[in-house]
């Protein structure tokens, strides 16, 4: 199974210029709540899918109005610091997008 | 029903909204108009050169219709965050464009300026006394960083916007202010609760992007009442929905519960959203919790002068071999430059159709000095060796783009001149590269352009990211113009 079966915005962005922040919307609220109590995506997963350290993912929080869940990482650069590849960070979902998993 | 009516015009001023959508926002006799002029999402480069990231024209006929409007209906027009990142060359070029209106159409008016830059000793002063806090995962300013940059602006909160409503004034414009303050300035002097007032504001600075299909480029109602806020599109395409708003609130923040703001925190964990009509949303529950008054300071350094380049190519021996290639050009760099200290310039390949996009398994080292340490910052890849050697795993030729890479060359030096020489110096050197299976011997890269290399202008990084213990006013003085 793949997001994109269960859920309808998988997206990325920054959250001011040294934060990067991920959005799942599910497809409904069963799906929202039988994924988080999945847990699918611990610290754990997510650091090991986007290869960071454990500590720099600063919250993982479902957000249950919007069956969504949230995920706040450390940017690995500040936003328009040289060598930066994203300056709005909108384009960093892809590990999240293609991540397999059982549910 | 005591109720207050904001219109929201567009997510940033310049980015347009129809026509239509503004007619249909003003027959619904808005109390006031409000417009976020800003971010920082477009990078450090334009809070730090003064430059604005919204183009003039836009600006000026985005402003006109909502001048006009404000001015005929005579309600208060609030614009937060002028020029977009709200320091002194952005607030005076948004001021110059509301003259020039009012001079072409005949209006007159009292316009309230309210800057907010902050001196650079003000800054140097709090931090000797422990007055600035740093906002983690961004570094703690050191003093360098305070001297070394070019603008320090500080984002205020309603306090300095209600110190004009009050002296009824009605055209406001300010520098860099939270988001929210210039929605909620008018509900929260008229006694409307401060935590509806500044929720409904972070939903209506980004405009349409609430409703949906989302328009960061149409126009947006908040009716603010007694114990809740609605929320209305003006363009009959789009309505608001739970799902909509509820994923704005979610949308480019750390926390959808917790939003910290001047002076306190909106706490959202007992929020709900319900769908009112089929197209409006109710919003209720949302309290602002007081705390300390901090306003968030941001500020950006130049780090040097860029030159660029594009090119690609087709051949599949060749993008196998890009890491080897550019490890061999980074040395050739060093042969050929001899004078050249390995603090006066970075160099970047961005390799398009392999790894261009995704900024992990990238890790930076200590951030550059400015003119200092270009190439102690190099992205390291999780092994620690050098990103442009490692990080590519070209086993097989990337399916994406049909087995095309594309190349940027992106030089940083100290100097303009610099950073066009090493940025030529590469190119050439790549262009006629003899790799390893080579059988293409004409030449490497396809370019698209004449000439290929581009200025790249002035380079900034953001270099202040913390908050200032503060007065609410104190930073923000108030001037008054006659028009």
Do not use: W
Request: glycine letters at 8%.
């Amino acid at each position: 199974m793949k997001l994109t079966d269960i859920a309808k915005v998988v997206r990325s962005k920054n959250a001011g210029p040294y934060e990067l922040t991920f959005d799942i919307i599910f497809n409904d609220a069963h799906t929202f709540e039988k994924f988080i109590s999945s847990e699918i995506i611990t610290k754990k997963s997510f650091a090991n899918l986007y290869t960071i350290k454990e500590e720099d993912i600063l919250g993982i929080i479902p957000f249950a109005p919007a069956n969504a869940l949230k995920i706040t990482i450390v940017r690995p650069i500040s936003s328009g610091q040289i060598g930066e590849r994203d300056v709005y960070g909108a384009q960093q979902h892809k590990p999240l997008m293609e991540m397999q998993f059982e549910f | 029903m005591k109720e207050m009516r904001i219109l929201s015009p567009t997510a940033i001023l310049g980015y347009g909204f129809p026509e239509s959508s503004f007619e249909a926002g003003m027959a619904q006799k808005p109390h006031i108009i409000a417009v976020d002029a800003g971010s920082t999402d477009p990078g450090p480069y334009y809070l730090g050169s003064g430059n604005c990231f919204v183009d003039r024209a836009g600006t000026k006929r985005d402003l006109t219709f909502m001048l006009k409007a404000a001015i005929k209906e005579n309600i208060p027009l609030i614009i937060g965050t002028a020029g977009g990142s709200g320091a002194r060359d952005h607030l005076q070029r948004d001021v110059e464009i509301i003259k020039e209106i009012a001079k072409e159409n005949n209006l007159s008016f009292k316009i309230a300026v309210i800057p907010s830059d902050i001196n650079k000793n003000t800054v140097l002063e709090a931090l000797k006394k422990g007055n600035i806090a740093p906002l983690y995962p961004a570094p703690m300013p050191t003093e360098e960083e305070i001297l070394n940059s070019t603008n320090i602006v500080a984002q205020m909160g309603a306090e300095p916007i209600l110190a004009a409503l009050n002296q009824n004034i009605n055209i406001i414009i300010t520098g860099r202010a939270y988001d929210p303050v210039v929605f909620s300035a008018l509900a929260i002097k008229d006694g409307f609760d401060t935590g509806l007032a500044l929720h409904l504001g972070k939903i209506l600075e980004c405009a349409a992007i609430a409703a949906t299909p989302g328009s960061g480029s149409d126009c947006m109602l908040g009716i603010l009442r007694e114990d809740h806020f609605e929320l209305k599109a003006l363009n009959e395409e789009r309505k608001c929905t739970t799902t909509s708003v509820a994923a704005h609130t979610l949308y480019e923040k750390s926390d959808p519960a917790k939003l910290h703001g001047p002076g306190g925190i909106l706490d959202l964990t007992e929020t709900t959203f319900e769908q009112n009509t089929e197209e409006t949303v109710i919003v209720r529950g949302t309290k602002f919790i007081k705390g300390e008054y901090y306003i968030k300071l941001e500020a950006a350094r130049k780090l040097g002068m860029r030159t660029v380049s594009f090119a690609a190519t087709a051949d599949h021996i060749m993008i196998k071999e890009i890491p080897t290639i550019l490890q061999s050009i980074r040395e050739k760099i060093k042969a050929n430059f001899t004078d050249l200290k390995k603090e006066d310039y970075f160099i970047d390949f961005k390799i398009y159709g392999t790894s261009g996009v995704s900024l992990f398994g990238l890790q930076s080292a200590e951030p550059p000095t400015v003119g200092q340490n270009f190439s102690d910052y190099k992205f390291t890849s999780a092994n620690n060796s050098d990103v442009s050697i490692n990080k590519f795993n070209l086993a097989e030729p990337p399916a994406v783009g049909g087995g095309e890479a594309a190349i940027i060359i992106d030089v940083v030096a100290n100097t303009k001149e610099l950073s066009k020489a090493l940025c030529s110096f590469a190119r050439s050197t790549m262009l006629h590269f003899g790799y390893a299976g080579r059988i293409s011997t004409a030449g490497n890269l396809a370019f698209p352009f004449s000439p290929s290399d581009f200025d790249g202008g002035e380079v900034y990084e953001f270099s202040v990211y913390a908050l200032l213990k503060a007065d609410p006013l104190e930073h923000f003085p108030l001037e008054v113009l006659e028009l």
